[in-house]
């Protein structure tokens, strides 16, 4: 069974950063890790994205403050945060694409989520 585990969300004051992971355990390898988030009474948006190759794509609203890498040989996947806005605050999710090795099947999970606040 796949587990998707979150971690780095908290609390922070407008203009500062966090460092969000996302690490996928199981037999597989992902093909695509991207953070979603969503904020009270809003509908969830994808904040970036990264494919194992290294090709990535981002929200128009986060470009340039935001940035997505992953470590393959992990299967984890990071989003480091800077110049952090009030507007950023939401319940960030990470979906993982990967690659089931013995079934050589191709599935999606989701992490339970963690929470980012952005004091103004």
């Known amino acids: 069974q796949v587990q998707v585990v979150e971690s780095g969300g908290g609390l922070v004051q407008a203009g500062g950063s966090l460092r969000l992971s996302c690490a996928a355990s199981g037999e597989i390898s992902f093909n695509a890790m991207g953070w979603y988030r969503q904020a009270p009474g809003k509908q969830r948006e994808l904040v970036a994205s990264i494919t194992r190759g290294g090709w990535t794509n981002y929200a128009d609203s986060v470009k340039g403050r935001f940035t997505i890498s992953r470590d393959n040989a992990k299967n984890t996947v990071y989003l480091q945060m800077d110049s952090l806005k009030p507007e950023d605050t939401a319940v960030y999710s990470c979906?993982?694409?990967?690659?089931?090795?013995?079934?050589?099947?191709?599935?999606?999970?989701w992490g339970q989520g963690t929470q980012v606040t952005v004091s103004s």
């Open positions: 979906n993982v694409d990967y690659l089931v090795w013995k079934t050589a099947t191709r599935q999606t999970s």
